[in-house]
Structure formats: structure tokens, C-alpha cells
């Protein structure tokens, strides 16, 4: 089966130039300045060459991955760490992320995926996305 919305891809941090690329392995902290895990790679609109997701590798006592709205982060002047604006507490209750499982959501599933993560992340159900999906402070380059 085709991938339903080929513009959406998981891409590896490490696999990416520039500065996405200089994000693998950085630290995720909350609010609460807690560690989240570590940037493990990213959710990335090909056609509009922009990151939607970033996708956190959590080493907590079951080894999980979850994602993070773009526009709920902040990134470092140095590029070492990534600051989300929720705590550790929220987002002990994200769903996981299987890369696997995304290769095979339909159209209206990524749709839902991004109003799920949304809400999740602003604690509220949230009626406009754009402002979980902008482009962070801090970020100087689009992913490749």
C-alpha cells in the first residue's frame, strides 16, 4: 500500500544536514526542567521542507518514543538541548510513537494525529492548529 500522505516522513535527526541534523541526541527538557528523552528525528513536510513533529526517544523504564509539536519547543542558541513548554508529568501520558505504525496511517489518521498530539500538548481541546505546528524560536534552517 502507498503511503496516503507521501509529503509526511519520519526522517532520523542524524540522517539530516545542517542544524536538524546537529539535534540528534539532544536533550528534551520540560517546564519543569525535567528530562523528556532525546531528539531521536523528526515528523518533516517534504513539500514544505518545514518539521511538523519532533520525535523523542524516552528512556524511561519501558523504552518509549513519543512526539512533540513543533511549535511547542525551543531550541538552544547552541543546539545541545530542546525545550518543550509542557511538563514531565503531561507528557508521561502521550501515546507512544511506532515508526512502523506511521508508514501505514491513512490521510484522515495524520489529521487526527496532529489535533490528538495538539490537544495533548496544550492540555484543552484546541479548535486552530497553527500555532502547535509554527517553527520554533531558535530554529535556523529547514531540515534535508
Same mark, same amino acid.
Given at each position: ?41 523528526? !515528523? ?29 519547543? !525551543? ?10 513548554? !509542557? ?58
Amino acid at each position: 500500500m502507498d503511503h496516503p500522505k507521501p509529503e509526511l516522513k519520519y526522517v532520523e535527526a542524524r540522517a539530516l544536514d545542517g542544524f536538524a541534523g546537529r539535534l540528534d541526541g539532544a536533550e528534551v527538557l520540560g517546564s519543569d526542567g525535567r528530562k523528556l528523552g532525546a531528539v531521536e528525528g523528526f !515528523i518533516v513536510d517534504v513539500r514544505q521542507n518545514r518539521p511538523r513533529h519532533v520525535v523523542v526517544e524516552a528512556g524511561w523504564f519501558i523504552h518509549k518514543h513519543f512526539l512533540l509539536p513543533i511549535g511547542h519547543v !525551543i531550541v538552544s542558541q547552541d543546539g545541545s538541548t530542546v525545550s518543550a513548554d !509542557i511538563d514531565k508529568a503531561r507528557v508521561e501520558g502521550f501515546p507512544g510513537f511506532d515508526k512502523a505504525e506511521f508508514e501505514k496511517l491513512s490521510g484522515n489518521d495524520f489529521d487526527d494525529l496532529d489535533r490528538t498530539m495538539a490537544n495533548l500538548t496544550a492540555g484543552v481541546e484546541v479548535t486552530e492548529l497553527d500555532a502547535h505546528y509554527r517553527i520554533p524560536a531558535g530554529w535556523q534552517d529547514s531540515p534535508r
